[in-house]
């Protein structure tokens, strides 16, 4: 069955750095597009990133120029590297994908980020 494990999410201030990693398992990973999501207390899940399977990206409004969205295909595994951390990307953020035959969407645990002030 397919797996996403997220890892590397963690306390960090303000200003700081962190990259988040999601290992993928049971997909032809070098054929699907791969996104990170958010969740932050009280608010609705959003798109932080994508990255196409032809390595195309695509980010939120709120992160450009501080988040990048990478991926190995030969290790499948997707990256989110988060710079200039502020209060307001604390939040779980999640790993997706979606099957391209059946467009079952498939989410990993999640991972904590939070940034103090």
């Known amino acids: 069955q397919v797996q996403l494990v997220e890892s590397g999410g963690g306390l960090v201030q303000a200003g700081r750095s962190l990259r988040l990693s999601c290992t993928a398992s049971g997909i032809i990973f070098s054929l699907n597009d791969m996104h990170w999501y958010r969740q932050a207390p009280g608010k609705q899940r959003e798109l932080v990133a994508t990255i196409t399977d032809t390595g195309t990206t695509n980010y939120a409004d709120s992160v450009k120029g501080r988040f990048a969205i990478s991926r190995d295909n030969a290790k499948k595994t997707v990256y989110l590297q988060m710079n200039s951390l502020n209060a307001e990307d604390t939040a779980v953020y999640y790993c997706?994908?979606?099957?391209?035959?059946?467009?079952?969407?498939?989410w990993g645990q999640g991972t904590q980020v939070t940034v103090s002030s």
């Open positions: 997706n994908t979606r099957s391209r035959i059946t467009g079952t969407h498939y």
